[in-house]
């Protein structure tokens, strides 16, 4: 297995950049070559003051979603959001603005997975008509939006749903906050959707409107 010290240290700076290394990690995941880069003690030391993590990943909270893990990343690389469903709220948005207004960061993932627990949940109250108690009532009524649009355009599937929540969310992002919109029309930033499958690793593009992403 390779080592931390065999990984190209090059920053990416665009989105597109950004992504094909994310890509190239995964790689590595599935294949079991895993370079564990930026793992050091003297990454740790250079990240001590300042930091320019290349993407951000907004994520679920899912135990089998870690992305530093999944995309073969270390210190200082991506900036992490997690909520369970990847669930939008003014404390996720304020924290992707701050990415990118502040740190500069180029690409926003949006990362979605097989057999996650919040759609499925979301699925089982669509069909029931019974929402769970508590606070986790507020995530399932976020989600249902995209469990009823996948419903509609025939996908009754869980994957599908969980499919469309990601596209759903990728795209609701640029709605939600002005600052994220401007970057992405300036060229700046990028917005994608991205649908992890648990049993082989993979990550795949599902949503995207630069058309850049959807060749690469």
Known sequence: MSTQTDAVDHTPRT????????????????????LHPHQDAQRRKDLAQ????????????????????IFDLGLG?????????????????????YAIEVLGTPLIMVLGHDSC?????????VESGQLPRGFQRDL??????????????????????VVEHTRQTAARLMDHSAAISQAVSRGDA???????????????????????????
């Open 15 to 34: 989105p597109l950049e950004a992504w094909r290394a994310l890509q190239d990690g995964n790689a590595r995941f599935i294949a079991g070559d895993t």
């Open 50 to 69: 300042s930091q320019k993590p290349f993407a951000v990943i907004f994520g679920c909270s899912d135990s089998r979603l870690a992305a530093e893990i």
């Open 77 to 97: 690389d991506t900036f992490v959001i997690r909520t369970a469903g990847q669930v939008i709220d003014n404390a996720v948005l304020g924290s992707l603005e």
């Open 117 to 125: 627990g919040a759609v499925t949940a979301t699925k089982d109250s």
């Open 140 to 161: 399932v009524e976020r989600i249902t939006p995209s469990v009823l649009e996948a419903r509609r355009a025939g996908d009754a599937d869980l994957q599908d749903m």
């Open 190 to 216: 990028a917005v994608i959707g991205v649908f992890y499958h648990l049993a082989d690793g993979k990550a795949e593009l599902v949503y995207s409107e630069d058309p850049a992403f959807q060749n690469s």
